[in-house]
């Protein structure tokens, strides 16, 4: 075989660099939490998904190393082998005693949950509507399913209204997909009116609870709940690695749902049960959102108060306010800097870790438009945010960014 074969690997790497597209990965050499060590330096951490701050909770901990002395560190095939133990039913059924639904099936992560019950669901004859600001495993399931696939504007409802007019007539079966609070822009789908053109156009509905499981609603079950959408029928899709601390992902929904994901999820039936450690510790994160929710109300307070600490420094500011324009309105535990290009993203996350802060610049092609992403924590003290308005602001009206 020839070894030209490969050369356009680097060809593209080379491209990759030039569009300053270019990603490599830096290692935490700590617990996860609210501070963590990176490269040697302390730094407050307003980079992760873990917003109650479960990842490093001795509890979690606890019950994975019983998982793992008992159940060993794999499951050795796939649940319907030699992959399943009553643990993985345990941590389903706590799933849909949260959500309220008949039954929940649990995935080796959230990636590969949207992956197999996308391309499970529908197929070459049938449509999926997505929002243009949809998650990488929305868009990547949509396009493995074979579907054909339109997309509206991010959250316009209208639009969405508008596509199924013209289309919905032409398919068999229509899914649309949508992000409940969206992973890089921090707000919230518009899921009552989705959930009433679903029905007037007799559509099914994926909502991705990635980032609102444990942190909307009363009881910590999402989006679904917040809207008081509970019961409605629905596709709700989570994952186990964000305010759960663990890894994996999840379905929720009707008992036919789960059993057909069962025996045709090609991500779920064709890969290795998910880790012993991995479903205990997510188990028991499910519990603890359940019994303390406080640790909710706490992450809310931390969201409130950076709000509030924005809006008076902004009150202050005269300058840049085209960055400040978005801050006084974020829903969620995920907030944006917008800024004018990655160069300029690039820099201003620079600064904040040579001030102690990390929240790194995420730029095209992951997002559309540059921008640092902001993500809070329960376990956030005053002081971090305060720190973090001062250096943010400090470093905004700074002429030399822009
Ligand atoms: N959906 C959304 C909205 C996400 O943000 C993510 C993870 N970033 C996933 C799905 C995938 O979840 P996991 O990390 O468990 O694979």
Redo the contacts with the bound molecule.
């Keep these: 075989m020839s070894i030209d074969a490969y050369s356009w690997i680097e060809r593209s790497l080379e491209t990759i660099h030039r569009a300053d597209w270019y990603r490599s990965v830096k290692a935490i050499e700590s617990r996860p939490g609210s501070t963590v060590i990176l490269e040697g330096q302390e730094l407050i951490n307003f980079a992760s998904?873990d917003y109650l701050g479960l990842a490093g909770e001795q509890r979690l901990i606890d019950a994975a190393i019983a998982a793992t002395q008992k159940f060993g560190t794999g499951t050795t095939g796939s649940r319907l082998l030699t992959g399943h133990r009553h643990l993985h039913r345990e941590l389903e059924l706590a799933i849909a005693h949260l959500k309220q639904t008949e039954d929940a099936i649990v995935f080796s992560?959230?990636?590969?949950a949207?992956l197999g019950t996308i391309s499970a669901l529908v197929g070459r004859r049938d449509l999926i509507i997505s929002d243009r600001y949809n998650?990488s495993?929305?868009k990547t399931g949509a396009k493995v399913s074979g579907a054909t696939i339109l997309e509206y504007q991010h959250n316009d409802s209208e639009y969405l209204r508008e596509i199924l007019q013209q289309n919905r007539h032409q398919y068999r079966k229509t899914l649309i997909i949508t992000?409940s609070i969206f992973?890089m822009d921090g707000d919230l789908c518009c899921l009552p009116e989705l959930l009433e053109i679903a029905t007037e156009f007799n559509c099914m509905l994926l909502v991705?609870e990635?980032?609102a499981t444990g942190i909307l609603g009363k009881t910590g079950a999402g989006c679904v709940e917040y809207f008081g959408c509970t019961g409605q029928p629905l596709i709700q899709m989570g994952?186990?690695?964000?305010a759960l601390g663990s890894?994996?992902?999840y379905v929720a929904g009707s008992a036919s749902l789960i059993d057909f994901l069962r025996n045709r999820s090609p991500s779920w039936i064709y890969t290795t049960g998910l880790t012993p450690a991995d479903t205990a510790a997510a188990l028991e994160a499910v519990k603890i959102i359940q019994q303390q929710p406080q640790r909710r109300a706490q992450l809310w307070q931390n969201i409130n108060k950076l709000k509030q600490l924005l809006q008076e420094h902004q009150g202050k500011t005269t300058s840049r306010d085209n960055f400040l324009e978005s801050w006084s309105s974020f829903h969620s535990p995920i907030f944006c800097v917008h800024l004018p290009n990655a160069t300029t993203a690039l820099k201003v996350g620079q600064q904040l870790k040579a001030e102690g802060i990390f929240a790194p610049a995420i730029r095209p092609p992951t997002v559309s438009t540059s921008r640092i992403r902001i993500t809070l924590m329960a376990t956030h003290k005053l002081h971090h945010l305060q720190k973090l308005v001062d250096v943010l602001f400090s470093i905004l009206t700074n002429e030399e960014v822009g």
């Design positions: 998904n992560s959230g990636y590969l949207n998650h495993s929305l992000d992973s991705d990635a980032h994952t186990l690695s964000k890894l994996g992902g």
